[in-house]
């Protein structure tokens, strides 16, 4: 794989960017300025970056509750997605959407998802739309490993691998159905050997390691832009925080957690191979880190001066015109 010195500056600031971003909202909540349930993506950062590096606007994906790092992964303008977490009509979705319901036609992002699996079938139904019309986009659907036992998966999997969709299914297998573990729920050590009940290509990727990621997903949305049809990618991960902010996580040792994020951290695993390169040095990654930490410090004080939406419009963007 040939990366630019750009090119690694932008990884990193968007992989960095979901990081801080997740951080921020944890200290709002902490000093009660954002109320709602958040399902926070931290230790993720490699997946939706490793896979939505390959994507243009145009090509949708189909996100999760757990979606702040899609969002962001796929340019979502982030002071939008503060000011909707604030409810503020400046917000992605006007402060209708909260954080289960970040959406922007415009970047391709279909939306987060409050229902389990829910992106499975959205991101099948655009595959299927860019087949028809022939445009060589490639629709992504991001889930965790609890939603393969839904039966939306198997539907939208079937349906794809029949009729040769160009979509790329990304099973993010954080160990964990929300306090489940996944061995538990699930009788196959590896999710992605589902495939093979629908003839349908897969593969395993270290889902802390982004340019493990990378390489693969980018296999996958080359062949599904050939005609080549879907491919099913599991990538093995571990989120940092619970299933939701506040969450105690009587479900797992403290020593289990403390091991992920001390020897596993994505973001560490990212800054050392790209240092490996010699393109990059620690300065420029810190220098990185303060201009994050400026725009989210822009964006929570925009988003607090904001107005509400009008009471008046509480009943329009109920239905969109395509």
């Known amino acids: 794989m040939d990366f630019s010195y750009d090119d690694l500056i932008q990884v990193y600031r968007r992989m960095r960017t979901i990081r801080r971003f997740e951080d921020k909202l944890q200290e709002l909540v902490a000093a009660g300025k954002l109320r709602g349930f958040l399902h926070l993506y931290s230790g993720e950062e490699a997946i939706a970056v490793g896979v939505c590096t390959h ?6 994906v189909g996100s999760t509750h757990r979606g702040h790092g899609h969002c962001i992964a796929k340019g979502v303008d982030v002071a939008a997605m503060v000011a909707e977490l604030f409810g503020r009509a400046t917000g992605t979705n006007k402060g209708k959407g909260g954080s289960m319901h970040i959406a922007d036609m415009d970047r391709g992002m279909l939306g987060a998802n409050g229902i389990v699996g829910g ?19 490639v629709a992504v659907a991001f889930f965790g490993d609890g939603a393969t036992n839904q ?46 009940s629908y003839d349908m290509r897969a593969v395993v990727a270290d889902g802390m390691d982004f340019f493990d990621v990378f390489e693969k997903a980018g296999e996958a949305i080359e062949a599904a832009r050939a005609g080549e049809g879907p491919t099913l990618l599991e990538c093995k991960t571990y989120r940092f925080c619970g299933h939701y902010v506040g969450d105690p996580t009587p479900y797992r040792s403290k020593e289990e957690a403390e091991d992920w994020i001390q020897n596993r951290d994505p973001l560490d695993i990212f800054e050392r191979k790209a240092m490996e390169t010699g393109l990059l040095v620690g300065d420029n990654l810190r220098k990185v880190d303060l201009q994050i930490d400026e725009l989210l410090r822009e964006a929570v004080e925009k988003a ?11 009943l329009t963007d109920v239905y969109v015109r395509y």
Request: aromatic letters at 8%; hydrophobic letters at 40%.
């Open 119 to 137: 992106g499975i079938p959205l991101a099948t139904g655009a595959a299927l739309s860019a087949q028809v019309r022939g445009t060589k986009n």
């Open 151 to 196: 039966g939306q998966f198997h539907e939208s999997l079937t349906m794809a691998s029949n009729w040769k969709l160009p979509v790329l299914y990304v099973c993010e297998n954080n160990g964990f159905g929300e306090f489940t573990p996944t061995e538990f729920a699930v009788p196959v050590k590896d999710i992605a050997t589902r495939a093979a």
């Open 55 to 60: 994507l243009s606007d145009d090509d949708p």
């Open 304 to 314: 607090e001066q904001a107005p509400l939406p009008k009471p008046e419009d509480v």
